[in-house]
């Protein structure tokens, strides 16, 4: 499948966030690989989100997560239950947003430009398959328009997950 990408750039915001979500359900409706997909899904967010410099998942394994498919400068392998803001979204199951990551106690600094930071569970028949992550050189980057829709992009990476492991 061929990615049309050259119309992004000029979109406005809100446009370039609806056409993310465009691109990843072409994405997931012509392949079931989850690495294959997760690894064009942390690449369609890095062309929709501009000011950002990292986008990835961590799984989850034996309660610890594990770096997945990212976009970005070499980061963490590892971040245990609980831990950074990563394992936080994990053990309080909810989308932590955080304006300035200097003052979150405990925040994992994998990459020294980053300065916000929006985590999102993939939570999959009620258990913690993993998490998007999200970072940013700006304050304050991520605000409810852009929680809405990446709550919707990972709703639909969840129900693909879903239907392949059925298969
Ligand atoms: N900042 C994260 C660690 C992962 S990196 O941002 C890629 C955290 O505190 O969990």
Redesign the pocket.
């Known amino acids: 499948m061929a990615f049309k990408l050259d119309a992004i750039e000029k979109m406005n915001t809100e446009d370039k966030y609806r056409y993310m979500n465009m691109l990843l359900t072409a994405q997931l409706s012509s392949e079931e690989d989850l690495l294959a997909n997760l690894s064009n899904a942390s690449a369609i967010v890095n062309v929709a989100f501009d000011r950002i410099n ?1 986008v990835g998942f961590y799984l989850m394994k034996n309660r610890e997560l594990v770096l997945g498919p990212f976009q970005g400068r070499p ?2 392998n590892r ?1 245990k239950y609980g831990c ?4 936080t979204a994990v053990k309080e199951r909810r989308v932590i947003r955080v304006e300035n ?1 200097h003052e979150f106690e405990g ?4 990459d020294s430009a ?1 300065n916000s ?1 929006i985590v999102i569970p993939i939570i999959v028949n009620d258990e913690v398959f993993g998490v998007l ?1 999200i ?1 940013s050189p700006e304050f304050n980057r991520f605000l409810e328009l852009e929680e809405g829709y990446l709550i919707k992009f990972v709703d639909k990476l969840k129900e693909s997950i879903i239907v392949n492991s059925l298969k």
């Open positions: 990292w980061a963490c971040i950074g803001v990563c394992g990551v925040h994992i600094a994998c980053s930071e992550d970072d």
